[in-house]
C-alpha cells in the first residue's frame, strides 16, 4: 500500500472521530451504553492506519504529519464556533427552564393590601356643581369634564386666614346650640262671612210683595224689624178663623187654640195673633220681620212681585264675628303640626292692628287652582272694622316642640344647589360644609343635618370664604385634571 493510500485512510479516520468529539464537547456527558460504543473494526482500522503511517518512509510521514497539523487546525476552529453556538444555545435553554420553574411575579392589582383606586367622578373645572359618572362636557359652558377620585372630588378645601386680615373682613363666628323653635308661617287671609251667623227670609205662604222696606244691598237691619207687607189670601183665611174660634170658644178653647197654633206656623209671632184679639178683624197686608240683626247680603224681590215660599226674599248676616280664611300649602301645615295653631292677623293698611285667634277648622280638601289648603280662624268684629272680602296677612304658628339643633340664619348661603354654611375650624382655619336647613323662626333656621353641637359657624363675611373655598376647588379640579 502506497503513503498515499496510508494518507487517505487517516484522514478519513479523523474525520469519523471529529463529529463525535464536538457533541461531546458540546452536550453534557451521558452515560453510553454497550449497544452505542463505536464497534472495534473501527478501533483497529485507526491502529492500523498509524502504523501505515510509522512504517512509511521519513518523507512521506513528515509530508503526512504537516498535513495533519493543517486538518487538525481548522478542524479545532470548527469545533470552537460550533461549541461556542451549543454553550450559547444551552445558556438560553437552562435560563428559560429556571425562569420557567419560577412563580410569577404577582401584579400591581393582586399585590395584597393594596387598596383598590376609587372610581372616578367627572367634574366640570368651572362649575363644580356638575358631576357625572361618564365623560362628557359642562351643559353650561361646554367645557370638558375632567376625571377625578370621589374622594378627592368631595374634599373640601380649607381657607386660613391670619387675624388681622379676619379683623380687617369682620368676620364673627357663633356657636351651633339647640333652641326651641316654634314653627311659624306667613301666609295670605281673606275675610269671609260666618257661615252659622247667615239668616234666609222666606215666606211660608204664596202671594204679593205690597210695601218692601229694604232697597239695597248692605243695609243693616235689627231683629224684629219690619223688612215688608206680604198680601197672602191664605194669611186673610187663617185670621178669620182665628177669630170666630174665639168668638165661638172664648179665649182659651181647643178652637181658639187650634187656630192660633195655625197662623204660627204661618210666620206669624205670637205679637201679631195678641194684636189680632184685641182689635177684632183681619189685616190684609201681614208685616215680614227681621229674624235677626245684620246686614243684607241678598235680594232677590222688588215692590209687586209674587212669591212663594221657594223663594228667597232676603239674606241677612250677622257680621258681630266673621272667619278669616287662610292659605296654606300642605308643607306648611305639616311643618306647623297637629296641634293647637294660634293665628295673628292685621290689615295690610294697618299693620300695627292685630286680630288673634286660633284655627278652629282646617277643611278637607285642597283648592285645585292655588293648590293650598283653607284654615278657618273665627275673630270678633264688634265695631265692624272688618269687611267680608277684605284681604289680611296671617301669621301662624304652631305648639312649642323639643330643642332642636340651630344656627343664626345669616350663617346659610342659600344657592340653587342647596344650603351650605362656613364652619370655623379654629386657628383661623375655615371650610365649607353642606347641610339640610329645616324650619326658620326669629333670625334662626333649623339644622337637620351636617353641623353637630358646639361648632362655630361664620355669620358675616362668609360670602368672601365660601367664594374662595370654591375658586380653590375649582384649580384643585383643573390641576386634577392635567395631571390625569
Known sequence: MS????????????????????????????????????????????????HAASAAGPDHADHASSAQDAETQAASAEHARHGHDHSAHADSTSAAAANASLPAAPSAEALPGTAAPAPSLYVCPMHPQITSETPGSCPICGMDLVARSRSAAQAAP?????????????????EVDRRVLSPRVR?????????????????????????????????????????????APDLVAAQEDYLIALRSGGAGSRAQRAAGERLRRLGVDDEFIAALARRGSSLQRVPV????????????????????????????????????????????????????????????????????????????????????????VPVPNRRGLLRVGQYMEAR??????????????????????????VVDAGEGRFRVAEVHAGLRVD??????????????????????????????????????????
Not at 292685621?346 to 287652582?369: C, F, K, T
Request: charge should be negative; aromatic fraction near 4%.
Open 158 to 174: 380649607v381657607i386660613e386666614v391670619d387675624a388681622g386680615l379676619r379683623q380687617a373682613l369682620g368676620i364673627r363666628t357663633a
Open 443 to 484: 333670625g334662626r333656621t333649623q339644622i337637620l343635618h351636617g353641623l353637630k353641637e358646639g361648632e362655630r359657624v361664620v355669620v358675616s363675611a362668609q360670602f368672601l370664604l365660601d367664594s374662595e373655598a370654591a375658586l380653590r376647588a375649582g384649580l384643585q379640579r383643573l390641576e386634577a385634571g392635567h395631571a390625569h
Open 289 to 376: 220681620l227681621a229674624p235677626s240683626s245684620g246686614v243684607v247680603t241678598a235680594l232677590d224681590v222688588r215692590h209687586g212681585m209674587y212669591v212663594e215660599p221657594s223663594t228667597v226674599v232676603l239674606e241677612i248676616t250677622d257680621l258681630s264675628e266673621v272667619w278669616v280664611s287662610v292659605s296654606v300649602f300642605p308643607e306648611e301645615l305639616e311643618r306647623l303640626g297637629s296641634g293647637t295653631i294660634y293665628a295673628a292677623l292685621n290689615l295690610p293698611n294697618q299693620p300695627d292692628r292685630l286680630w288673634r285667634g286660633e284655627v278652629s277648622y282646617v277643611y278637607p280638601s285642597q283648592d285645585a287652582m292655588t293648590r293650598t289648603v283653607q284654615l278657618r
Open 187 to 231: 301666609a295670605p287671609a281673606e275675610v269671609v262671612a260666618d257661615q252659622h251667623r247667615i239668616r234666609h227670609v222666606h215666606t211660608r205662604v204664596p202671594g204679593w210683595i205690597e210695601d218692601l222696606r229694604v232697597h239695597a244691598l248692605g243695609e243693616r237691619v235689627g231683629a224684629g224689624q219690619v223688612l215688608m207687607e206680604l198680601y
Open 3 to 50: 503513503a498515499v493510500s496510508h494518507r487517505s485512510q487517516r484522514r478519513c479516520a479523523l474525520l469519523l472521530t471529529l463529529p463525535l468529539s464536538l457533541s461531546a464537547l458540546a452536550l453534557p456527558a451521558l452515560p453510553i451504553s454497550a449497544q452505542d460504543a463505536p464497534p472495534a473494526s473501527e478501533h483497529a482500522h485507526a491502529d492500523h492506519s498509524e
Open 396 to 421: 301662624l304658628r304652631g305648639e312649642d316642640g323639643e330643642p332642636v339643633l340651630s344656627v343664626p340664619s345669616e350663617a346659610v348661603i342659600r344657592t340653587a344647589d342647596g344650603e351650605r354654611v
